[in-house]
C-alpha cells in the first residue's frame, strides 16, 4: 500500500465478532458467521464513509480547502458523515441533495442540520447532473474567496479505496481462516479497496442499486488504485435491486428482521440490509457452505433506517396486536 497522508477520523480496529445464533438459524455451524462492525466508527452515528474521509479530508486539507462540498441522496449516510468529519476538522460543509426539501426532516437530514450543513436540493436530476451542480457550488465558493473542495459522490474514488484497504488490513490481524466476505456494493470504494487488500477469490459484492454498472465502477477504481487495467473476475450478485435504490424487497425485510433477532443489530434498508439478503441467498442456493468462515462488512447506514417511511411501516407490524 502506498504512503499516504490521513487524517484520524475514528479509533481502529472495528470489532469482529462471532454471530452463532444467526449462523445457525441460516444453516451455518456456530462459528462460520461473523460480523464486521463497521457500523461502530464514532462519528454522528458511525458507518463505512469515515474510513474513506479520513484520505479525502486529508487531501482537501493539504491543498487549503476551508470548506467540503459534497454530493447524495436525500437520506445519504455518506453526507451525513461528511458533516461529521467537517464539524470534526473545523471545515464548513455544503450538501448537495438530490430531490426537493422534505416536509419532514427525519434520519439523516435531520442529523445534517444539527452537524452544521448547509442543505441544498439539486431537484430531479441524475447523478452526473447532481455532481455537476455540486461542482458550481464550488465555483460559486471559491469566487468568494472560500477554498473549498468537492468530495466524490459515495466518498469513493481511488484515494478514499484505500480507507478499505486499512479495513482488510485489519481483518488479517483479526482472523486468517475466512472463506467468505459479503459487503454491500454502492459507489464502489470498500468493496475496491478490500479486493486489493485480501484479493478478489474471498470478496462477495451485493449490489444496492446506487450506481449503474458496479462492476464497472468497482473495477476501474482497482484500476487506478494499482495502476494496471483490473481484468479479474469480480464477485458481484445484482439479484437484491428489487425496482430500484429506494424499493424495500420482502428479501430484505427477510434480512432486518433475522439479524436483529437473532444478534440484536440493526441493518439499514437499503446497503446493509441488502447485502444480508444477498448472504441469504447465497447460503440457501449453497454457494457458501456450512463449515466455511464467512464475515459480513457491516457499513452502518442505521439513521437512514429511521428516514424510510416503507421501513418504519414494516418495523411497525412487529408491535401490533
Not at 35 to 62: F, Q
Amino acid at each position: 500500500m502506498p504512503k499516504l497522508s490521513k487524517v484520524e477520523l475514528s479509533t481502529w480496529p472495528t470489532p469482529l465478532e462471532p454471530q452463532p445464533r444467526l449462523a445457525q438459524i441460516l444453516g451455518l455451524k456456530p462459528n462460520d458467521l461473523w460480523i464486521k462492525r463497521d457500523d461502530l466508527t464514532g462519528l454522528a452515528g458511525g458507518g463505512n464513509k469515515i474510513r474513506k474521509l479520513e484520505y479525502t479530508c486529508a487531501d482537501a486539507i493539504k491543498k487549503g480547502a476551508k470548506t467540503l462540498v459534497t454530493v447524495g441522496a436525500a437520506q445519504s449516510n455518506h453526507a451525513r458523515l461528511t458533516a461529521a468529519a467537517a464539524a470534526r476538522l473545523g471545515l464548513d460543509v455544503v450538501l448537495v441533495l438530490a430531490g426537493n426539501s422534505p416536509t419532514e426532516f427525519t434520519g439523516n437530514i435531520a442529523l445534517d442540520g444539527l452537524l452544521g450543513a448547509r442543505l441544498v436540493w439539486a431537484g430531479d436530476v441524475d447523478d452526473h447532473e447532481l455532481e455537476e451542480y455540486a461542482r458550481k457550488e464550488v465555483s460559486t465558493l471559491e469566487s468568494q474567496g472560500i477554498p473549498a473542495a468537492l468530495i466524490p459522490f459515495g466518498g469513493s474514488n481511488a484515494l478514499a479505496s484505500f480507507g478499505y484497504v486499512n479495513c482488510g488490513e485489519e481483518l488479517k490481524t483479526q482472523t486468517t481462516d475466512f472463506k467468505n466476505i459479503f459487503t454491500a456494493v454502492g459507489s464502489g470504494g470498500t468493496m475496491a479497496g478490500l479486493v486489493y487488500s485480501l484479493g478478489e477469490t474471498h470478496i462477495h459484492g451485493v449490489d444496492a442499486g446506487a450506481v449503474p454498472n458496479p462492476e464497472e465502477r468497482v473495477r476501474g477504481l482497482l484500476s487506478e488504485m494499482t495502476g494496471n487495467d483490473f481484468t479479474a473476475h469480480l464477485n458481484i450478485r445484482r439479484d437484491q435491486v428489487g425496482k430500484g435504490y429506494g424499493f424495500l424487497t420482502e428479501e430484505v425485510k427477510e434480512a432486518l428482521h433475522l439479524v436483529a433477532i437473532h444478534s440484536g443489530i440493526i441493518l439499514d434498508p437499503i446497503y446493509t440490509g441488502r447485502a444480508f439478503a444477498g448472504l441469504i441467498a447465497a447460503i440457501r442456493e449453497g454457494s457458501v457452505k456450512p463449515g466455511e468462515k464467512t464475515i459480513f462488512i457491516h457499513s452502518g447506514g442505521l439513521p437512514g433506517f429511521f428516514g424510510n417511511p416503507d421501513v418504519l411501516n414494516f418495523a411497525k407490524t412487529y408491535n401490533l396486536d
